[in-house]
């Protein structure tokens, strides 16, 4: 695109400038502005793009996008041989300016959603899909209208497009949807994550449908999940194509097996191997093999993009250290992850300790989640429990009332505790899951492990 093709969305008015050059090269951050760039600048609660766009300029800018500018005659005599354009929203003019730029793509677009597992997803997904194509994906876990936006803006000659599409609110995905526009979606599944925005699993589910409001082909979904096994059942509108393990579907793992190399499945009679440990992955590798057969993949380079994942720090991420196996899922926490993580530990045959944490942003659900993972500590035959928080005391309670033995269960209010008997409680083969969400630091738990004892 050039500056003229996108004068007049959201009121765009070329300040200074040559409306000929291109559009090109977006950054939000001034840190990361590289010569010839284009500075965007977004204004939050707690601080305005629009004050640094001469820290844009000095660092090389060509042109910067602003919603404020003050003294304008002397910005335009001082930059005379820059672009400055000014609009009256700058969220408003970057989703609008993707959508353009998305009407010249001609490449697949695949959109990735789901409650947890957005990220690992789309990275596998991208992964297979480079055995094949040049591929433009999400970086990172830039899920937001800005994220979507930016990298549809950053599209040159890829042959085909995975983006992550987050939310924390109804109505976020149907935009990032209609800016997207993707030939085939994914949902991961519908658990909890955000309930206390938006009250239920059920409206979680409504609010993740919006997917389909710019989808062109298929949706695949998550058939374990009963919610979007329950909407599979009857939707007909819709091309939906289904995974699973547990329940039937059209893409199933078979002959799931757990040990200290990883974790082995089978789909249509094809043996995979995972050098991770995660239920929760095999559902990524389901998604990743449908689309790898759709975009015509073979199933040896498949595997080979299986065999050689390695996972993400601290998201189930196996540590061997002392004498002891560490299952350290600390980045983050939800119930969802948690069903996921405690079903795993219980394939171990050694003995198994939980060392489990807050989850947070649940609202006035928290009492209750918590307490429903006592429940799985008991049904996942965890060896012996470790709590911290103040939330996390309820699981602890939880697991005792429903059959946990007392004498195997401890809650500790601080990390610091919880290390200290850790590190008299652990014996020689253990296999211990950490878990909480992230503003537990439960990462420190895992480096104590690791680094202090003896």
């Known amino acids: 695109m050039k500056i003229k093709d996108i004068l007049g969305i959201s009121n765009a008015k070329l300040i200074v400038g040559n409306e000929e050059e291109l559009f090109d090269h977006f950054s939000k951050d001034t840190r990361t502005i590289k010569e010839g760039d284009t500075y965007l600048a977004f204004s939050g609660e707690n601080f305005d793009g629009n004050l640094f766009f001469e820290d844009a300029f000095l660092k090389g800018a060509k042109t910067c996008v602003l919603s404020k500018l003050d003294?304008?005659?002397?910005?335009?005599?001082?930059?005379?041989?820059?672009?400055?354009?000014?609009?009256?929203?700058?969220?408003?003019?970057?989703?609008?300016?993707?959508?353009?730029?998305?009407?010249?793509?001609?490449?697949?677009?695949?959109?990735?959603?789901?409650?947890?597992?957005?990220?690992?997803?789309?990275?596998?997904?991208?992964?297979?899909?480079?055995?094949?194509?040049?591929?433009?994906?999400?970086?990172?876990?830039?899920?937001t209208r800005i994220g979507l936006a930016l990298t549809l803006l950053g599209y040159q000659d890829e042959e085909c497009i995975v983006v992550e599409v987050g939310m924390n609110q109804r109505g976020e995905i149907s935009t990032l949807s209609q800016m997207a526009r993707p030939d085939v979606a994914i949902i991961t599944n519908i658990g909890t994550s955000h309930i206390g925005n938006l009250g239920s699993r059920e409206n979680i589910l409504k609010a993740k449908l919006e997917i389909l409001d710019g989808l062109t082909g298929p949706i695949i979904v998550n058939n374990d999940n009963d919610l979007l096994h329950e909407w599979a059942m009857k939707e007909q509108k819709q091309e939906v194509i289904t995974f699973g393990i547990d329940e039937e579907s059209l893409y199933q793992a078979k002959d799931v097996f757990y040990s200290l190399k990883g974790s082995t499945f089978t789909i249509n009679d094809t043996k995979f191997l995972l050098p991770v440990f995660s239920k929760a992955f095999i559902y990524n590798a389901l998604v990743a093999y449908i689309i790898g057969h759709m975009f015509g993949v073979e199933n040896e380079q498949i595997a080979q993009v299986f065999q050689e994942i390695k996972p993400e720090a601290h998201r189930m991420e196996k540590i061997d250290d002392h004498g002891i196996t560490i299952l350290d899922d600390s980045y983050n926490a939800s119930y969802d992850s948690l069903f996921f993580a405690l079903d795993v530990l219980s394939h171990f045959t050694n003995r198994k300790i939980a060392v489990l944490g807050d989850i947070f942003e649940l609202g006035d659900y928290s009492e209750q989640i918590h307490r429903n993972v006592g429940h799985l500590v008991c049904e996942n035959q965890v060896d012996l429990l470790v709590t911290v928080g103040k939330e996390a005391q309820l699981i602890n309670e939880e697991a005792v009332k429903s059959g946990f033995e007392a004498n195997k269960s401890f809650h500790f209010t601080s990390n610091e505790e919880a290390c200290l008997f850790l590190h008299d409680a652990l014996k020689e083969n253990d296999v211990v899951l950490v878990k909480a969400s992230h503003g537990m630091n439960f990462a420190g738990i895992v480096e104590y492990l690791v680094n202090e004892r003896d």
Do not use: C, Q, W
């Open 71 to 143: 003294h304008i005659d002397e910005v335009k005599s001082k930059y005379a041989d820059k672009n400055i354009i000014l609009v009256d929203h700058s969220l408003e003019f970057i989703i609008e300016v993707a959508k353009l730029k998305r009407k010249s793509i001609h490449v697949p677009v695949v959109a990735i959603t789901g409650s947890v597992g957005k990220t690992s997803t789309k990275n596998l997904v991208a992964s297979i899909l480079e055995k094949k194509y040049r591929v433009l994906k999400t970086e990172g876990n830039m899920n």
